[in-house]
Each structure stands twice: as C-alpha cells, then as structure tokens.
C-alpha cells in the first residue's frame, strides 16, 4: 500500500452533528466547516493535489470548472497559501460585478479564461496545450481537472471515512449522502468503506453527468485509485448508489421548491446549503431519507457552497 503526502489545509475532524428537522433527527457531518475561504470538500483533495505540485516544483496550477465553481475558488486561495499561482479555465463570461466564488477568485488573483458551454468540451485538452506552452518557456504548470477527482485527490474522501469512524460506529450506519459533480468525493468514500471492510452505501446525489456516466466514472476513480495505490481491497460496485432526478434544472440553476426547502431548513436549524449541489442533494435525502424517519441510519454530508449563495440572492429572496 502507498499512501500519498499531503500539506494540512483544511480544518479537520469536522463535526458530526445530531440536526433536527420537522420533528425528524437525522445525522449530518459539517465538511462546509473545513475552513471560511477554504470551506468545503475540496479542500480536502488540494490537500495531496497541491503537495504533489509542490513536490514536482510547479510554478502555476491549472483546474478548471463553472464560473461559481466551489473547487475553482478552494484552490486559487489553497494554492496561495503554498506559494502557488492559479489559472482557472472557467464555463461562463467575464462580468464587471462579479459575485459569489467569482468574486473570491479575483480578490484573490487568479488568471481566469472563459469558455462558452460548447468550448468547455474541450478544456482538458486547452489546459494540456498550455501547459505544453508554458514548458516551452521553462514553466511548470500542473493541471489537474475540475473538483479535483483523480486518483490522488480522491485520497481526501478516503481518509474521510477514517475521521468518520471516530465518530460514530460505522457498522451501524446504512449510507452516506451526499451531492456528487465530479465524483471524487463519492469514490473517496467507496475506497475508504472498502479499505475499512465496511457494508455502508456510498449515495451520490449527482448534479451534472447522466446518471449512468456518473455511475462508470465513480467506479473507474475508485478502481483506478485501488491499483496506482496497491491498496488491499476490492471496490464492490453494489455499494454504489447514483441518484438520478434531482438536477433535471441543470447545474447553474435551481427550481423554485429546492429553494423553498433550503429556506426553511436554514430558518430551521441556523444551516444554509447551496443552489448548485448541496440544496438538490439535501432535496433527495429528504424526500428518500428524513421524511421517512431513517436520518439516524444515514448520514447527509454538508459538502459546503456557501459562496455561491451570494450569485443567487434573487432566487433566495426574490423581490
């Protein structure tokens, strides 16, 4: 087994609270307090993406994803606190009053370039081809996609089930929920309930691939983890459980009864989810979980987004 570097960035264990909600407890573990301008699950990958980039001497880091991206602003201000600058490669347009994590991203001095929905096909391939530039000219760029899901990146979620066994005993839990974009997070979790030997469903919520494509690219990272890593285990893919339905207004919007739920649930309980995962995530855990009284067997991951709330204050409260 090889077991990866990582520089500490994220604020860690995050509690594991007992929430109440219409008269139902349930369970729900608080990664949006991994930090304030470093909230949420990514910052749990950066910490072994961005130790790997100082290791192989980068001078700029390159990701990419939405133009209220949570991963994108996690690592441009991640990256400066190891010394690094960041170019993000964003889907969306450049505004002259940015708002939520965009705003972030330039406080904090990121080279942003813009891409339409159909360019951004592409940006892998864009981000490589620069990279390829920069080394032309002795820079080190090292690229790494949007929500940090590679092999290495996933080790965050791994360990993540290790923090969550100190809190709560595991084999008495049925699943774990949470919202799923790029998939990291879910394949963390699935190799570190196969490393523990744990019979937990790993529930991913997910907000942008079709179910199916979410399904193999779970299991592919997961999989693939297994092998660069050598790690005693075997991923079932029956643990695996991809939610299908809860994104059909797309990633950048939010219908108006998602919105209503997360305002009750904030006037509720003092906790705010967001428009773009946490909201359509907490949406399927109450419909298929809370209402049905079984929030003490499965744990809901708040997976942080609170700065994108600030891109959608008319959604929240319209006029």
Not at 42 to 66: C, M, P, Q, W
Not at 263 to 282: E, M, N, R, S, V
Request: glycine fraction near 8%; charged fraction near 25%; include cysteine.
């Amino acid at each position: 087994m090889i077991t990866p570097k990582k520089i500490s960035l994220a604020q860690i264990p995050t509690p594991l609270e007992e929430v109440k909600f219409e008269g139902k407890s349930f369970l729900l573990k608080r990664d949006d307090l991994t930090g304030c301008e470093l909230s949420g699950n990514k910052v749990r990958k950066l910490e072994y993406l961005l130790a790997d980039a100082k290791n192989k001497k980068a001078d700029i880091v390159f990701t990419s994803g939405g133009d209220q991206s949570n991963h994108a602003r996690a690592t441009v201000i991640a990256a400066r606190k190891v010394g690094l600058k960041t170019k993000l490669f964003l889907w969306g347009k450049e505004t002259k009053n940015p708002n939520g994590n965009l705003f972030l991203d330039k406080v904090f001095g990121a080279d942003i370039q813009y891409f339409s929905k159909a360019e951004y096909e592409n940006v892998n391939d864009i981000m490589f081809e620069q990279r390829l530039a920069l080394l032309k000219k002795k820079k080190n760029a090292y690229v790494f996609p949007g929500g940090g899901s590679t092999t290495l990146g996933i080790w965050g979620y791994i360990n993540f089930i290790n923090e969550l066994k100190i809190q709560t005993n595991l084999k008495n839990i049925d699943s774990i929920v949470a919202a799923c974009g790029s998939g990291g997070t879910a394949a963390g979790m699935l190799v570190g309930a196969a490393l523990n030997n744990l019979n937990v469903k790993i529930v991913a919520v997910h907000v942008l691939m079709t179910k199916e494509e979410m399904e193999k690219h779970i299991l592919q990272l997961a999989e693939g983890c297994v092998l660069d890593y050598k790690l005693n285990c075997k991923i079932n893919p029956e643990n695996l459980v991809v939610l299908d339905g809860y994104s059909k207004e797309g990633y950048k919007k939010i219908s108006q009864s998602k919105v209503n739920l997360i305002k009750k649930f904030a006037q509720d309980t003092g906790i705010l989810f967001d428009p773009a995962y946490t909201g359509k995530a907490f949406t399927a855990y109450y419909e298929k979980y809370l209402k049905t009284g079984n929030g003490r067997k499965n744990i809901f991951v708040h997976t942080g987004g609170l700065f994108a709330v600030f891109d959608r204050t008319k959604e929240y409260i319209p006029n």
